[in-house]
């Protein structure tokens, strides 16, 4: 059967209709804007990353020049770089191992600038700066309770060339951290870490340690009477510690395992060639310098002095208190001055430091 709708019903259904038409159109215009505005910001994020990695290459391409001549001070052209944009640097001298650089990149909307620092950096010739953190690692740094670990002065902060990682954080002391990588904080409150631990631009020293045995062995020849020599042990365990009179030094050298318990020392000690070192319920009155490629790992260590690791792997996170003063330290210089050897003071590289953009 066929219903037939009445006049009165067919105009209602039609004012609907009309009705809901001209609501879905208004909705469609209101949007609109909003639309428009964040297709236009999505726009502007494209660029502006184009234009942050261009600036990269651009500065990659003042690397290589310094590179192959350092001495080149210059003002470039403007470059184009197809759908990515335009970019200029500058090379300014500002010091003898130091270049400022400035690098402007821009497409048909946007201009960005970015500046720099490029450093020419050497190898150590001794190890006189390790005694300027209280602890310092050439890799990885892994602590147990950054808060146990302080510097008398600002001037000194922990140091690493790769990342640091942080096991726990409770009540920051302000020391202030030199980090060539990433920091990890396992657990903590991450905004206490921020307010009390300024992250500083510092330049770590570099260190080959390839020539470590020359400089050991100078050292001998030279302060017979002041260094005592420990190891060439398979195992060998440090629980007494009996310095002959005037001595200052002990080296720990060659063997496949080394274990410090129970003891506590004064003096410079320096552990070279050790495939695993275990330091558990020891104090140390000085500094230790641990020399890789080896594995270290410490329970219950103080340390009234410094800690340094070059081309050691941290084991586990180190659980040590350390309470570094740089002029306490100051009898250990006649011993840390002594010529390295091996790459000693030559090129290493280029370093970048203090990059960000500026207005």
């Known amino acids: 059967m066929i219903r037939k709708f009445k006049k009165e019903e067919s105009g209602g259904v039609l004012i609907l209709t009309l009705i809901v038409i001209f609501l ?121 309770c950054l808060d146990r670990i302080n510097s008398n002065s600002t001037e000194y902060p922990l140091g690493t060339g790769k990342n640091l990682y942080i096991e726990n954080i409770q009540n920051p002391n302000g020391l202030n951290l030199a980090v060539n990588g990433n920091i990890y904080i ?14 500083v631009d510092s330049l770590l020293p570099i260190y080959d340690i390839y020539g470590i045995n020359q400089f050991i062995a100078l050292l001998k020849s030279k302060f ?60 140390l009155d000085g500094m230790l310098i641990v020399l890789g490629p080896g594995s270290v790992s410490a329970r219950n260590f103080t340390v009234n002095g410094s800690v340094s690791f070059l ?11 350390v309470n570094h003063d740089r002029e306490a330290l100051s009898p250990y210089e006649v011993y840390l001055s002594e010529d390295l050897g091996g790459k000693a003071s030559s090129f290493y590289g280029l370093d970048v430091l203090e990059y960000k953009e500026v207005e």
């Open 186 to 199: 396992n657990s903590g409150n991450v905004q206490s870490f921020i307010e009390g631990y300024p992250v």
């Open 24 to 144: 879905l159109e208004v909705l469609v215009l209101s949007l609109m804007p909003m639309s428009v505005t964040q297709y236009k910001a999505v726009l502007n994020y494209r660029d502006y990353t184009k234009l942050e990695y261009l600036a990269k290459g651009a500065l990659d391409e003042v690397i290589w020049i310094l590179e192959d001549n350092w001495d080149t001070n210059a003002e470039s052209a403007w470059h184009e770089e197809k759908h990515a944009g335009m970019y200029k640097y500058k090379i300014d001298k500002s010091g003898d191992l130091s270049k400022k650089i400035t690098i402007t990149v821009k497409n048909d909307s946007i201009q960005r600038t970015y500046s720099c620092k490029i450093v020419r950096r050497y190898y150590e010739k001794n190890l006189t700066k390790l005694a300027d953190y209280p602890v310092y690692s050439s890799k990885d740094l892994k602590v147990a």
């Open 311 to 321: 081309g050691c792997e941290i084991k586990d996170p180190l659980d040590i208190k």
């Open 224 to 283: 017979d009477g002041k260094i005592k020599t420990e190891g060439n042990l398979h195992f060998f365990t440090l629980e007494t510690l009996n310095f002959d009179k005037g001595q200052e030094v002990m080296f720990i050298e060659a063997s496949q395992k080394v274990t410090i318990r129970d003891i506590n020392f004064k003096g410079l000690l320096i552990i070279s060639g050790v495939s695993t070192l275990e330091i558990s319920n020891a104090g």
